[in-house]
């Protein structure tokens, strides 16, 4: 378990990078923690880590939003999706959009809320806890 505290929005270019380096091989990290905790600023972060270009917004509505990046080490464009299973509310609505799929893709996937789908994640999959401190400190636990 790695703890990271922030004490500004700022700081989550690093913390991205940080656990980019972190998860390795793993392509699956699940973000947990109350509403405006911060889950949604780090997976942005991360995203603009890898390169995607395009807004990253929160899925709230669509449940996931799919972006683009390019890795310099082989100039190809991989997909990175970014789900948000608030609205969800039993594990059959989660399978019905194909969360297997996405989920055992290879593509790199950043769930908010996760818990419904707990039973599902990969192994290897990255858990973040985000804890609210202040007014813009966080506590940051990768597990």
């Known amino acids: 378990m790695t703890e990271i505290s922030i004490n500004s929005p700022k700081a989550l270019t690093a913390v991205a990078t ?3 380096d972190r998860a390795a091989e793993a392509r699956v990290l699940a973000f947990y923690g109350e509403i405006g905790a911060g889950k949604t600023a780090l ?4 995203c603009r880590q890898l390169g995607v270009k395009e807004e990253v917004s929160s899925p709230t509505f669509s449940i996931v939003n799919e972006y683009e990046y390019i890795t310099p080490a082989d100039g190809l464009a991989h997909p990175a999706f970014h789900m948000d299973l608030y609205r969800l509310k039993q594990l059959d609505e989660a399978l019905q959009i194909g969360i297997e799929e ?11 809320w996760p818990e419904l789908i707990e039973g599902l994640l990969p192994e290897d999959t990255v858990r973040i806890k985000m804890e609210i401190i202040g007014d813009s400190s966080r506590k940051i636990l990768i597990l």
């Open 18 to 20: 940080k656990l980019l």
């Open 43 to 46: 997976i942005q972060a991360l």
């Open 102 to 112: 996405y989920l055992y893709s290879g593509a790199y996937c950043f769930i908010e």
